[in-house]
């Protein structure tokens, strides 16, 4: 499971199965049931290495600061308006 811990960022949201299936958490090893509540975590948005996880496990390791969210690695660009009202308020006015 390196490579699941080795992302710098994840997304992490509350999974909704049906599927009569049973996980292995990445983040403790133990055994996890579909049909229980956990949530799915993807490392840096990458849907073909997320795994399903404890929600108490999920919580501990945010906690611990080693599940970072993307928001807080790479913070969101300011939006169009914001960059154009910026550029417009820099130099080029005789005021």
Known sequence: MAEFRDARWYVIRRAGSTKPA????????????????????????????RRHAHTACVL??????????????????????????GRAGRGGGAG
């Open 22 to 49: 049973t996980y292995r958490c990445p983040l403790c090893g133990g055994r996890l049931p579909a049909l229980s509540e956990h949530v799915l975590v993807t490392p840096e948005g990458d849907s073909s290495r």
């Open 60 to 85: 501990q390791a945010r906690r611990a600061g080693r599940l970072p969210l993307r928001e807080e690695v790479e913070p969101r660009r300011p939006g169009l308006l914001a960059r154009l009202l």
